[in-house]
C-alpha cells in the first residue's frame, strides 16, 4: 500500500504538448514542505507517456470531470489540487492554498487568480489579445468567480478538501463544460466554505483556434442548461459585457455568445435550434439592436446582447408574427428591459 501524503495533484488533458510538461515542471517546483504527489491523467486518444516521479493513467471516459474523478479515485493525498494541463502555477502555490483550506474544517475548496497567458507576451495573438480583455471584463483580469454574481471555484487550479469532494459526489461525469459551477453548487448546498487567497497565483495559457475557442460555449451552455434542470436552479450567468470599443473583439465575443445560445437553447434535441439577430434587420423584425433570438424546438429565447438579460416562452403559447408582439403588460415590460422597439 502506497503511504498518505498531503496533497496529491490531478492533472487531465487530451493531448500531450509542450504546455502539459510545463505544468508537470511547475508542479515539481513547488517551494514546499509539504508531502505531494502528481497524478497525471490521460483523457484523449494518444497514448500514455511516463514520466519521472509521476503516476500515469489512462481515463477512457471523456470529459474533465470524469478524469478528475479517475485521478482522484488513486490519490493518495489529504487535499487534491485539480491543474488543468494548460496552467502553470507559482512556485508558492500549493503552501498559500494549503494555509489558507486549513484555517477551518468548513473551508472546502481554495482557489487563487489564474492570470490569462500568452506564450508570446511580446507579440501576442488576437485570440490573446481578446481572452485578456475578456477576462478583465468579467473578473477584473483575476478569473477569480467568489462575488455575489458568479460564485464558482476555479478548477483550473484549486485545492479541495478530498474528503469533502467525495461526500458531495466529486465531479458530475456527465458535464464536459461547467463542472466546476455544478460542483460548487453542491459544495455550497452543503453547507461548506470556499476560499481564495491573493498571496499566489498561477497562468492559463491556449493552444485553441479561434474556432475552436468559440465553439467551448456551446458546450457551456448546453451543461449549464444541465445543472439548472438537475438541481432546480433558476437563471445562468450568461456571458457579460465586453468592455471593449474593438469592433473585431465585440464581433469574435457575439460569436462565443451565439455558440452560448445555442447549446442553452436545446441540449439534447435533434433540431437544430434557428438564430436570428443582432443584424441590421432586427428594426424591421419589432427587435432592439441589440436582441438576439433563439428558436429552439420548443420554446424561443430572447438575449439582451448589451444587459445580458434572458426571458423564454413556450413556442407553443406563442403567435409567431412579426414584428414580434407579446400584448399588453407584457409588451410594455419586453420594451423596458430592452428587447423590443
Known amino acids: 500500500m502506497r503511504s498518505k501524503v498531503d496533497v496529491s495533484f490531478v492533472v487531465p488533458y487530451v493531448e500531450l504538448d509542450h504546455l502539459v510538461e510545463r505544468t508537470i515542471r511547475g508542479i515539481k517546483a513547488q517551494k514546499t514542505s509539504l508531502t505531494v504527489e502528481v497524478i497525471l491523467v490521460n483523457n484523449g486518444p494518444g497514448a500514455t507517456p511516463a514520466m519521472d516521479g509521476v503516476l500515469s493513467l489512462r481515463c477512457e471516459k471523456p470529459g474533465a470531470g470524469s478524469a478528475r474523478n479517475f485521478g482522484a479515485k488513486e490519490a493518495r493525498g489529504r487535499f487534491l489540487a485539480f491543474v488543468d494541463s494548460d496552467v502553470i502555477l507559482d512556485e508558492n502555490w500549493v503552501e498559500e492554498c494549503y494555509a489558507e483550506i486549513t484555517k477551518s474544517p468548513r473551508i472546502a475548496a481554495v482557489q487563487t487568480p ?57 465531479f458530475e461525469e456527465g458535464l464536459l463544460r461547467a463542472e466546476d459551477r455544478h460542483l460548487t453548487l453542491k459544495l455550497l448546498a452543503k453547507g461548506y466554505f470556499l476560499s ?113 438579460q434572458v426571458v423564454t416562452f413556450p413556442l407553443k403559447e406563442f403567435d409567431w408574427k412579426f414584428p414580434l408582439t407579446f400584448g399588453g403588460q407584457l409588451q410594455a415590460s419586453m420594451k423596458e428591459q430592452g428587447f423590443i422597439l
Request: aromatic letters at 12%; one cysteine or more; glycine letters at 6%.
Open 196 to 308: 481564495c487567497t491573493m498571496k499566489t497565483s498561477s497562468k492559463v495559457y491556449n493552444t485553441k483556434g479561434l474556432l475552436k475557442f468559440a465553439w467551448k460555449f456551446h458546450r457551456q451552455g448546453r451543461d449549464d442548461r444541465r445543472i439548472n434542470e438537475a438541481l432546480g436552479v433558476a437563471e445562468v450567468k450568461k456571458p457579460r459585457a465586453l468592455n471593449s470599443s474593438s469592433v473585431l473583439y465585440r464581433t469574435y465575443r457575439r460569436l462565443c455568445l451565439f455558440f452560448f445560445s445555442l447549446g442553452y437553447a436545446k441540449f439534447e434535441d435533434p433540431i437544430a435550434p434557428v438564430s436570428f439577430g443582432p443584424s441590421l434587420l432586427n428594426p424591421l423584425l419589432g427587435l432592439a439592436p441589440s436582441t438576439l433570438v433563439i428558436r429552439g424546438a420548443e420554446e424561443l429565447i430572447l438575449i439582451n446582447t448589451k444587459s445580458q
Open 114 to 170: 489564474v492570470v490569462t497567458s500568452s506564450l508570446n507576451e511580446a507579440s501576442p495573438s488576437f485570440l490573446d489579445r481578446f481572452r485578456y480583455v475578456y477576462k478583465e471584463s468579467i473578473t477584473r483580469g483575476s478569473f477569480v468567480f467568489l462575488n455575489k454574481d458568479n460564485i464558482i471555484i476555479n478548477t483550473a487550479a484549486c485545492l479541495l478538501n478530498r474528503e469533502v469532494f467525495w461526500f458531495v459526489g466529486g
